[in-house]
C-alpha cells in the first residue's frame, strides 16, 4: 500500500493500463473458445451427457460468467459472429484465436467476404472501433451502386417557391430534372438557407429573365480564385518563417498560426473535409506531413474527425488528393485537435 501511494499519476495510470490490457486480450482469448466449448456440449447432450455439468457447470452462460466475467448478451454475441463467419476463415481464426475483439468484427461483418477477408482482417487489427464504423460506411458508399446518375447530370436549381403563392423569403430550393422524366418536372425541396432579403433579390432577377444561375457561377469562381491566392500568399509566408527558424537552428512549432486555421476553415467549413462525411472536425491533417515539411501550408491542409484522420495515417483508407508518406506513420503526435481549429466566433476578432 505504502509503494502504491509513492506512484506517480503517470506511473499508476501505465500499470492501470498495462493490467487492463491483460485481462482484455485473455477475455477475448476465452471468448474464442466458446463456440468449441458448446459444439462439445451439443454433442456429449446426443450421447446423453453434458459436457458442462460434469464440469460443475449448468449452462454455458453461467461457465462464462464464472471463468471469465461475461455476460448473456456477450456470450451470444460471440457464438453468432461464429455462426456468420463460417465460410471466411480468416475472419473466424481471428475471433477464435482472440486477435481482435468480437466487437470490432461484428463491425465488418456487413462488408466482409471470401474475397476481401485478408484487406478487412487487416483493417479490424489496425483501427479503433470510431475509425472501423468510418472505414465501413465509407466503404459501402464506394462500392454500393448509384441509381439515377444520369439523371443527377441534367439537374437545375430553381429559386422558385413550394408553388406560386409562396412567400418571397425562402430557404428551400426546388431541383428540376431534364427531358429524362417524360417532360414532367419532378419538384425535390432542397435546404439552402437563404436569407429573406437575399432570396427576394434573386427571385426578383429570375423573374426578369436575368441570369441567375450565371451570377452564382460567377461568383462561385471569383471566390475560389481569391480563396487560393490568399492560400498561396499565405503558404508563402509560412515557409518564408520555417526558412528562417531553421536558419538559426530553431524547431518549426505545431501550432498552426490563426491566419492558416481561419483560411483552411473558409475552404473546408467546420465539418470534416472527407467525401460524404458529415462530421465535425477535430483535426487538422498535413497532407505532406509536419514531421517532413516542417510547415503548415495551408495548401496541404484538410481539417478531419478523429476517425477519417486515424484512416490516413494508418495508410488503409484515404481521400487525400496525395498519399501519406511512411515517414508520417511514425509522427501521429502532429495531430491537431478541436481546440485549436478555428471556430465561428474566432473568425469575428481575427486580424
Not at 455476460?71 to 482472440?98: H, Y
Not at 417532360?183 to 423573374?207: F, R, S, W
Not at 495508410?315 to 485537435?337: I, Q
Amino acid at each position: 500500500m505504502n509503494n502504491l501511494q509513492k506512484l506517480s499519476d503517470k506511473e499508476l495510470y501505465t500499470i492501470c493500463k498495462k493490467w487492463g490490457a491483460t485481462v482484455l486480450e485473455a477475455r477475448r482469448k476465452f471468448g474464442g473458445l466458446l463456440p468449441e466449448v458448446q459444439r462439445r456440449e451439443l454433442a456429449s447432450r446426443t450421447k446423453g451427457g453434458s459436457w458442462l455439468k460434469k464440469r460443475g457447470f449448468t449452462c454455458m452462460y453461467e461457465f462464462a460468467a464464472r471463468l471469465a466475467g461475461m455476460s448473456q448478451p456477450q456470450v451470444d454475441e460471440v457464438i453468432r459472429q461464429d455462426k456468420r463467419f463460417e465460410d471466411k476463415p480468416m475472419l473466424r481464426a481471428a475471433l477464435v484465436n482472440g486477435e481482435v475483439s468480437v466487437n470490432k468484427l461484428a463491425r465488418v461483418v456487413s462488408i466482409a467476404t471470401v474475397e476481401n477477408q485478408r484487406e478487412i482482417l487487416e483493417k479490424v487489427k489496425a483501427l479503433s472501433k470510431v475509425a472501423l464504423d468510418i472505414f465501413v460506411k465509407d466503404y459501402k458508399r464506394e462500392n454500393e451502386k448509384t441509381d439515377g446518375l444520369e439523371e443527377t447530370k441534367n439537374r437545375q436549381i430553381s429559386l422558385y417557391g413550394r408553388n406560386e403563392n409562396a412567400d418571397i423569403g425562402l430557404t428551400e430550393a426546388i431541383v428540376k430534372t431534364g427531358p429524362e422524366q417524360g417532360g414532367q418536372t419532378q419538384p425535390k425541396k432542397l435546404p439552402v438557407n437563404l436569407d429573406e432579403d437575399i432570396a427576394k433579390e434573386l427571385l426578383e432577377m429570375q423573374a426578369k429573365n436575368i441570369d441567375v444561375n450565371g451570377l452564382l457561377r460567377e461568383f462561385l469562381r471569383e471566390s475560389k480564385v481569391k480563396l487560393e491566392r490568399e492560400k498561396s500568399e499565405i503558404a508563402e509566408r509560412q515557409i518564408q518563417k520555417r526558412d528562417g527558424r531553421a536558419i538559426i537552428g530553431f524547431p518549426a512549432k505545431r501550432y498552426v498560426p490563426m491566419e492558416v486555421r481561419k483560411i483552411v476553415r473558409e475552404e473546408f467549413g467546420d465539418k470534416c473535409a472527407m467525401p460524404g462525411c458529415a462530421k465535425s472536425a477535430e483535426n487538422l491533417h498535413h497532407e505532406k506531413g509536419f514531421a517532413k515539411e516542417q510547415c503548415h501550408d495551408p495548401r496541404y491542409l484538410k481539417p478531419m474527425c478523429k476517425g477519417h484522420h486515424e484512416l490516413v495515417h494508418a495508410r488503409k483508407f484515404t481521400h487525400a488528393d496525395e498519399p501519406v508518406h511512411a515517414d508520417e506513420l511514425a509522427h501521429a503526435d502532429e495531430l491537431v485537435h478541436a481546440d485549436e481549429l478555428v471556430h465561428a466566433d474566432e473568425l469575428a476578432h481575427a486580424g
